[in-house]
């Protein structure tokens, strides 16, 4: 018998059996830190590289875990006042369409049963990027109770100087913080001046039931 063949040779007619056992490849741990390393070039560099490779890896799980708490963190309007202690959070949804982002100016006028609100800027910042696909919470101080929220009038600037103006808005939902009171406003559609029906500005009714069961 060899290696790769078992030879049997016998007499008479019978079945017969053979395996093959390979020994382990025992680590005597005893001896192998007494190795010289010079002697091993590619076993150091393989582990060094896996070390650095790790290490790197950490840094960008790292990266992308502080993006995503800046992403879902609530910001400040920069036009709340000190006085104003009424508050309302308003979460500003993205559409998934292709080029659904922008990085235009956004205003918005808040209207209720009992008046509106002025006008408030909510350009994304690098925490609150208006992206494909981003959800955006902002807190709007009001020096008093809206009432029952009516309608939204939401507008950008088109962009200005940049080439990426046009904007699809998914939805706006609107949350009272002292009486958790919620509304959504839906658009599902662009404000661009080339995609759509070419409006950059539109005023969007409270969704009713209904309509939320249907969105």
Same mark, same amino acid.
């Given at each position: ?10 007499? @008479? #007619?019978?079945? $017969?059996?053979?395996? *093959? ?11 192998? $830190? ?5 002697? &091993?070039?590619? !076993? #150091? ?9 790790? #290490? /790197? ?22 036009? &709340? ?10 979460? !500003? ?17 808040? @209207? ?7 006008? $408030? @800027? ?7 990027? $208006?992206?494909?696909?981003? !959800? ?10 809206? %009432? ?7 507008? @950008? ?7 990426? /103006?046009? =904007?699809? #808005? &998914? ?18 559609? =662009? *404000?661009?001046?080339? *995609? %759509? ?19």
């Amino acid at each position: 018998s060899t290696s790769r063949a078992t030879i049997c040779l016998c007499t @008479h #007619l019978t079945s $017969f059996g053979a395996e *093959l056992f390979t020994p382990p490849n025992m680590i005597d741990f005893r001896t192998v $830190f007494n190795k010289n390393v010079g002697e &091993n070039p590619y !076993v #150091l560099c393989t582990i060094i590289g896996l070390v650095v490779i790790y #290490l /790197g890896m950490i840094f960008l799980a790292r990266r992308a875990d502080q993006k995503d708490v800046l992403k879902w963190s609530v910001t400040a309007l920069s036009d &709340n006042r000190l006085i104003d202690s009424y508050h309302y959070e308003i979460t !500003v949804y993205t559409g998934m369409r292709k080029g659904a982002g922008t990085k235009s100016n956004i205003f918005f006028i808040l @209207h209720g049963d009992d008046g509106k609100n002025s006008t $408030f @800027h909510i350009f994304g910042l690098m925490s609150q990027e $208006f992206s494909r696909g981003s !959800v955006n919470q902002f807190l709007m101080s009001e020096m008093r109770d809206l %009432g029952g929220l009516t309608s939204l009038q939401i507008w @950008h600037d088109n962009g200005e100087e940049n080439m990426d /103006g046009s =904007w699809y #808005l &998914n939805r706006v939902h609107v949350r009272d913080l002292q009486t958790n009171e919620r509304s959504y406003f839906i658009c599902d559609d =662009w *404000l661009a001046v080339n *995609l %759509g029906d070419g409006q950059i500005k539109r005023t969007l009714p409270v969704a009713t039931e209904k309509e939320m069961v249907q969105f």
